[in-house]
């Protein structure tokens, strides 16, 4: 049984051996790099970005879990098209209407519990790092000028179009594009330096002033943070063509070397079978729907909880569901934390357990494949509550299960993650629920009820056992 990622370059499921070379124990591996294309910094960041940051979050966790130690970059595109339009509207310095920004994308990256990564390269700060990419390119003949720009000829890279699968006959050589952004079957020259324009910021550099083109800021930022080929390379599925194709070329031209083994693409979030994005107005940012009362959690829990080789359409609908079953999660850890007997570990919780985390491995290990890894948790769930129903549950036995459970969680971030999940505190729930019983004892029932009340428009259910006052969640 081994880890299987399913890789765009290849098109087929290929066992995931970091480094190239297969070793015996995961332990023995260095550190797996991957590289994931970050926000470009003009604005909120969508929920269609986060299901694919959400993505690289669970990818780097479940690395982790499987025992690989991570050296992760998600870069920011400072610098662009866009960025430079947004400074300019305002009338402010490009870096402090970049900065405004990526502290907004860190605080909703916080937010979401999306881990940190290791390091997080500015493509303005990567400049020094494009001129040698260019320079090189320029001595193996790829590069050519045109009224100030360069462009890189994509005819004389013969592997052009492998990524993406083009058709070779598709390609226009000599035809020359400068945006950053354009359709597969419009395939031409693209540029890797601009030259100035008025009120564009510019760079000096041995080849004149200018400002970069997009892909080479990727391919720079790769090879500045870790010096050579790499093991995996993430994005949205828009970002294959031309993004990802023309880095292959920049940095394989460059250099003599693989730049990336797997290559892995998040297929997009919809919204009414459209890709949700900026330009066409159909989205939601992470505050719209925190507005609206949602939970961090909820669109953590809907983001991440299917595949991500799937299209997913977001509803408003879908959040709730997210809602119901996070609910569940959480009244079963209400439940197990009531426990009062004594006893030792039962074997069948061990074995239970032992299996549990075997199967989810091996759904994980298919290509991440979460709809399975879920399915065997919310399965686990449910044998645990059995044996709590017949009185087969111990205080040494929640002890062992809570162990799985942040096992399991340091993949998920879902399950202890409680920031702002329905509002709920538990402690000020007990406090009320304390209050609640004193008015009874004193038989002042109107403030007994307004208390439960009080819970319930909260969406919490008291219930009287035989132990005392419990309480769940409504579903
Ligand atoms: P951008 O800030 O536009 O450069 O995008 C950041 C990341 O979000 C890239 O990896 C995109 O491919 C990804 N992305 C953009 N729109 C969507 C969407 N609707 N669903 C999933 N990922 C998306
Ligand atoms: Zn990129």
Known sequence: MALRFYNTYSGVMEEFIPSGMKKDKIQDYPPVTIYSCGPTVYG??????FRTFIFNDLLRRYLKFRGYKVNH???ITDVDDKTIEGANREGISLRDYTDRYINIFFEDIDVLNIERVEHNPRATESI???IEIIQRLQERN????????LYFSISKFHKYGMLSRLDRRQIRSGARYDADEYEKDDVRDFVLWKSPKNGEPFWETPFGPGRPGWHIECSAMVRQVFGGTIDIHTGGVDLVFPHHENEIAQSEGAYDEKFVRYWIHVEHLLVDGAKMSKSKGNFYTLRDLLDKGYSPRAIRYLLLTSHYRKQLNFTLEGLKTAENALARIDNFLVRIDDVKKNAEVDPAIRTLSQEFVVHFIEQMDDDLNISGGLGEFFDYVHSINSLIDEGRFSIADRDFVMDILRRIDSVFGFIFFK???HGI???RIQSLIDERQKARKEKDFVRADRIRDELLAGGIILEDTREGVRWKIRQ
Do not use: L, T
């Open 128 to 130: 020094n790092a494009m």
């Open 73 to 75: 970059a998600m870069n």
């Open 425 to 427: 505190d538990a402690e």
């Open 142 to 149: 790829f590069v050519y000028s045109r009224d100030g720009s």
């Open 44 to 49: 909120y960041a969508h929920i269609g970005n």
């Open 419 to 421: 920031k702002a999940s």
